[in-house]
């Protein structure tokens, strides 16, 4: 049985007698050592699947680093592959007191705790650019729960990830910032000051700020009549062309929000929501 206290250090010996690390079987204590100046470990005699046995310190048992005498290694011919790496890592990272990881309580399963049977279970990369990646990013390192992702597939998937939908489309906000060209600080500014998200969007840098000044600036001068007039320019527009410009629906639409609504007719809103569409095309 193991000593309750070891000799050096501080504390009591944690007690790893029957418990299994990979293919490794905890047999009996060995000793406490002490490792340079200030550090301590206490060493295990474990006995491999294989037969082998060998003294093996707490600590490369409880990271993952030490899961067999080296059979396992030989036997797969992975030791100096990304995957085993990764694996190696995933391990690491759940033992620790990581934040995102050991700290909040993600674990590796215990078959997974097992090299052959996480790669037998997961397959090789499908190219350089991919790595492990949790579906369920409260969940833990499993079979069910993981896949091999790319880095952005991987930071769509974080936890924080912002999801914007429009007319049903549902994209993370990087990914509409890439189809629109538009900033996404940019795109949450509009949509922080109640511009809907089409028009957060898609709307040209400047069309919106221009809008604002212009409504502003006919306000104080009294002079809302000049807003009224841009709107009825962009209706005229839309109503003479088959397929309307975009800039003319976004124009319209936004003065129609900055006016009056009792100063508007029904056929001009109609007209409006009829070509809001217009407003999704990319320029």
Same mark, same amino acid.
């Given at each position: 049985?193991?000593?309750?206290?070891?000799?050096?250090?501080?504390?009591? *010996?944690?007690?790893?007698?029957?418990?299994?690390?990979? =293919?490794?079987? *905890?047999?009996?204590?060995?000793?406490?050592? =002490?490792?340079?100046?200030?550090?301590?470990?206490?060493?295990?005699?474990?006995?491999?699947?294989?037969?082998?046995?060998? @003294?093996?310190?707490?600590?490369?048992?409880?990271?993952?680093?030490?899961?067999?005498?080296?059979?396992?290694?030989?036997?797969? $011919?992975?030791?100096?592959? &990304?995957? %085993?790496?990764?694996?190696?890592?995933?391990?690491?990272?759940?033992?620790?007191?990581?934040?995102?990881?050991?700290?909040?309580?993600?674990?590796?399963?215990?078959?997974? =705790?097992?090299?052959?049977?996480?790669?037998?279970?997961?397959?090789?990369?499908?190219?350089?650019? %991919?790595?492990?990646?949790?579906?369920?990013?409260? $969940?833990?390192?499993?079979?069910?729960?993981?896949?091999?992702?790319?880095?952005?597939?991987?930071?769509?998937?974080?936890?924080?990830?912002?999801?914007?939908?429009?007319?049903?489309?549902?994209? +993370?906000?990087?990914?509409?910032?890439?189809?629109?060209?538009?900033? &996404? +600080?940019?795109?949450? +500014?509009?949509?922080?000051?109640?511009?809907?998200?089409?028009?957060?969007?898609?709307?040209?840098?400047?069309?919106?700020?221009?809008?604002?000044?212009?409504?502003?600036?006919?306000?104080?001068?009294?002079?809302?009549?000049? @807003? %009224?007039?841009?709107?009825? +320019?962009? @209706?005229?527009?839309?109503?003479?062309?088959?397929? &309307?410009?975009?800039?003319?629906?976004?124009?319209?639409?936004?003065?129609?929000?900055?006016?009056?609504?009792?100063?508007?007719?029904?056929?001009?809103?109609?007209?409006?929501?009829?070509?809001?569409?217009?407003?999704?095309?990319?320029?």
């Amino acid at each position: 049985m193991p000593r309750k206290n070891g000799t050096e250090g501080t504390g009591p *010996v944690e007690d790893l007698l029957g418990r299994k690390f990979g =293919r490794w079987l *905890v047999f009996c204590f060995e000793s406490r050592k =002490r490792k340079g100046r200030s550090c301590i470990d206490d060493y295990w005699v474990c006995k491999c699947e294989c037969g082998s046995s060998k @003294v093996v310190p707490r600590h490369s048992l409880k990271s993952g680093s030490s899961t067999s005498c080296g059979c396992k290694v030989r036997s797969h $011919g992975m030791s100096a592959s &990304p995957e %085993y790496n990764i694996w190696q890592c995933m391990i690491k990272r759940c033992d620790s007191d990581e934040p995102n990881y050991g700290g909040r309580g993600i674990k590796v399963s215990d078959e997974w =705790r097992n090299f052959p049977t996480f790669i037998a279970d997961m397959g090789t990369r499908p190219s350089k650019g %991919y790595s492990i990646d949790r579906i369920d990013n409260n $969940g833990n390192y499993c079979k069910e729960n993981c896949r091999w992702a790319t880095a952005k597939e991987q930071s769509d998937n974080k936890r924080d990830t912002i999801y914007i939908e429009v007319d049903g489309q549902r994209k +993370t906000l990087q990914s509409w910032s890439a189809i629109s060209g538009i900033n &996404p +600080t940019t795109i949450m +500014t509009r949509l922080d000051s109640g511009y809907p998200a089409s028009i957060a969007i898609h709307a040209k840098v400047g069309t919106l700020r221009g809008l604002k000044v212009a409504k502003k600036t006919a306000i104080e001068k009294q002079e809302i009549s000049a @807003v %009224y007039r841009e709107f009825k +320019t962009a @209706v005229a527009s839309i109503q003479e062309s088959e397929q &309307p410009a975009r800039e003319a629906c976004l124009i319209a639409w936004l003065c129609s929000k900055l006016l009056p609504q009792d100063s508007l007719s029904d056929l001009e809103l109609d007209l409006i929501e009829k070509h809001k569409a217009i407003i999704m095309i990319d320029a």
